[in-house]
């Protein structure tokens, strides 16, 4: 996925994907590994990425910000993949193309750019159960935007009026109740290719010890904080989420000729809810809870354990050139 | 819902704010600055509405109360391109002799009748100017005496002369003067002989052109920014009044281009300004959920020969609860009244204090 060629071709200016084009290349990357997923819960993954990357987009203070959110996403994969060198250093470069490109660009720009992802978004309100839990998502699918907390980076505390005379001299301040909640700013997120990002958008939804997003005044923050202990993950969902990241920083494409060696990923509870979920997906995704919590399902369990222990990271993305060339001719022809 | 009114200014038109009636939409309001445009029909009792949807802009108008009668949907004219092209802004002009609903989009302008019915003028974006990096547009529509000025990608302003009725609609001047993509253009009636400036164009640096509309216009005053784009712009007997991306809306003396207020109006950035000229109300809202309500005034000071100073006094101020706004009118001419849309929303929502 971070094959040089392939960042490449994602970086060339160009319009923005149509909702078939990016599932196609979603649905290619998921199976480019011996995962394999379902219909149900793959549309079931695609949702929980489309309203978790709305939420981040929605959510950035500045437009600049959706860079940073990128650029946690890629932190926290270099994380996952501190053995391997190779792969490391295809990131950095990644991070390195990123900055390049998008480094320079203005607010005007960004702002433009944060308009057109929101277009792809629109109308979108799926309804996410851990976006629920932390009330980030309200009960009808529409986030919460906070009136309260730091301002973005490059912006005052509204409420202060200012008037100048002829000269420039300023000859009266008034204040004036602007609504809200809202303090300065600490300080600015790094847009070098190491640094403290200080957006905590981008991070690892399930890190248990992830800070709240949403600012709260006293009272509510003793709730929040209850509610984050009450909705502390199942560590095998964490386990499986983890492991999907790991399968898709590069690995081995397995032909398979015998039996299946490769793990199915159900995001239901049951094989039967899987099958029943397929039958009756509506045609619009609206009102559905995507639910990412793993069953205690035993088998599944000792098979996930027993991929873990065959699996062995290859020192360089099996990303064969054919393959790599089918994507990308894929998506010229989309 | 959060509502904060000031101390009270003497101005007793101006009080708390209900919430209406909601005006349906067929489709939610995409994320644009300006993306709501209201046309006033105080004859005949209606007042219309145009909201961008994405590739589709609606059109409504509306009786008294609310009551939605009749809606029209119009889209952006293909051209060259792969995708459907998105419609940028959609904006009523009054002119002397007739009113034309003109829609900018990422392909080019086009001019229709006032109910959409007919499109009499349609200019293709110019694709030798096409540059493999950025986004070609128009945006930024306004119209002034017999003219409509649209804005473009380039930075470039296009007059067009617009005749008494009919299709025979003119390019009259390309106008350059901003280096970068232009946001919003404002204008007024050229009122008081000391106010020569009829028209102000706006752009993402934040630079701000004064100009004196004419066959030819001439750029009277340039106010530089300040890093910030500008995202919408008003005038008012000679004061500018705009908004900016930081959340801050500025008032500039046009003749000068002295900046005499500075307001820390918002915590995100700027969608929409719009103004009650006649009691001198100026509206601005923001990505932050809130709406407030400005009172304008130009005070002198005595025995001075200078310009008189704007001053501004806080009036009200609304919070929309969960939506990111991106359009914001006054919906009658003494500005008690106003209509609001939202990111994803597929209502107008509508506020009253009478």
Not at chain 2, 342 to 347: C, F, K, Q, V
Request: net charge negative; with cysteine.
């Amino acid at each position: 996925m971070f094959n040089k060629s392939f960042i490449e071709e994602l970086l060339k200016p160009q319009e923005l994907y149509s909702k078939k084009a990016l599932r196609t290349i979603y649905d290619r990357l998921a199976h480019a590994s011996i995962m394999k997923l379902n219909q149900a819960s793959m549309d079931k993954l695609y949702d929980l990425m489309t309203m978790a990357l709305k939420y981040q987009v929605l959510l950035c203070p500045r437009p600049k910000d959706v860079l940073l959110v990128t650029f946690n996403h890629l932190d926290t994969i270099k994380g996952l993949i501190q053995d391997n060198p190779a792969l490391l250093h295809l990131v950095d470069e990644t991070l390195r193309q990123l900055i390049e490109v998008y480094g320079g660009l203005s607010a005007g720009e960004f702002q433009l750019i944060r308009q057109t992802l929101l277009t792809f978004f629109q109308d979108l309100h799926i309804r996410v159960s851990l976006f629920l839990k932390d009330k980030v998502q309200n009960s009808n699918g529409r986030f919460v935007l906070p009136v309260s907390g730091p301002v973005p980076w490059g912006i005052e505390v509204p409420g202060l009026i200012r008037m100048f005379d002829n000269k420039g001299e300023e000859v009266r301040r008034v204040e004036f109740p602007h609504g809200g909640n809202y303090v300065t700013a600490p300080k600015e997120g790094s847009f070098e290719v190491y640094g403290d990002r200080v957006l905590k958008l981008g991070t690892n939804m399930y890190s248990v010890n992830r800070p709240v997003e949403t600012h709260t005044s006293g009272t509510s923050k003793n709730l929040s904080s209850q509610a984050q202990q009450s909705i502390a993950p199942n560590p095998l969902a964490k386990e499986e989420l983890n492991f999907l990241a790991k399968l898709m920083g590069g690995m081995e494409i397995k032909k398979t000729s015998g039996p299946e060696p490769g793990f199915r990923l159900n995001l239901f509870t049951t094989d039967e809810e899987e099958e029943q979920a397929a039958l009756t997906r509506p045609e619009e995704l609206s009102h559905e809870v995507v639910n990412i919590q793993a069953t205690q399902d035993q088998q599944r369990n000792q098979e996930l354990a027993r991929i873990m222990g065959e699996f062995e990271v290859m020192d360089q993305p099996r990303w064969s050139a054919s393959k790599g060339d089918d994507l990308l001719a894929m998506m010229d022809e989309l | 819902m959060v509502a904060a009114d000031s101390e009270g200014p003497s101005d007793p038109g101006v009080r708390m704010f209900r919430r209406q009636r909601s005006i349906p939409l067929r489709g939610s309001a995409a994320a644009l600055s300006n993306n709501l445009s209201v046309l006033q029909l105080p004859v005949c009792n209606l007042t219309h509405f145009g909201v961008v949807h994405g590739p589709s802009a609606q059109l409504l108008s509306v009786a008294p109360e609310g009551v939605p009668l009749a809606q029209r949907q119009l889209h952006a004219k293909e051209g060259a391109g792969v995708s459907s092209p998105l419609i940028t802004q959609v904006h009523w002009c009054a002119l002397p002799f007739r009113v034309l609903l003109v829609l900018t989009s990422h392909r080019g302008i086009q001019m229709y009748e006032s109910d959409g019915s007919v499109m009499v003028y349609w200019h293709a974006l110019d694709s030798r100017d096409a540059s493999p990096v950025q986004a070609m547009f128009a945006r930024g529509i306004a119209s002034c005496g017999h003219f409509i000025c649209v804005g473009m990608w380039s930075g470039r302003v296009l007059v067009f002369d617009i005749p008494a009725k009919g299709p025979n609609i003119v390019l009259s001047e390309e106008l350059a003067g901003h280096p970068t993509s232009v946001t919003d253009i404002a204008s007024e009636p050229a009122q008081e002989q000391d106010c020569m400036a009829d028209v102000v164009t706006a752009d993402d640096s934040g630079l701000l052109c004064v100009w004196r509309s004419g066959p030819e216009f001439k750029l009277l005053t340039r106010i530089p920014g300040f890093g910030v784009p500008c995202t919408s712009v008003q005038l008012w007997k000679g004061i500018a009044a705009v908004g900016y991306g930081n959340g801050q809306v500025r008032l500039y003396e046009t003749s000068t281009g002295a900046l005499h207020v500075q307001i820390n109006a918002h915590a995100r950035a700027i969608c929409a300004l719009d103004l009650a000229p006649e009691v001198g109300k100026l509206l601005s809202a923001a990505e932050d959920t809130f709406v407030h309500i400005w009172k304008l005034s130009k005070r002198t000071e005595s025995g001075c020969t200078e310009p008189s100073l704007p001053q501004v006094e806080h009036c009200h101020g609304e919070c929309v609860p969960d939506t990111q706004v991106c359009g914001a009118r006054f919906c009658d001419p003494s500005g008690s009244s106003f209509a609001v849309t939202g990111y994803d929303l597929a209502e107008i929502l509508t506020f009253s204090s009478e």
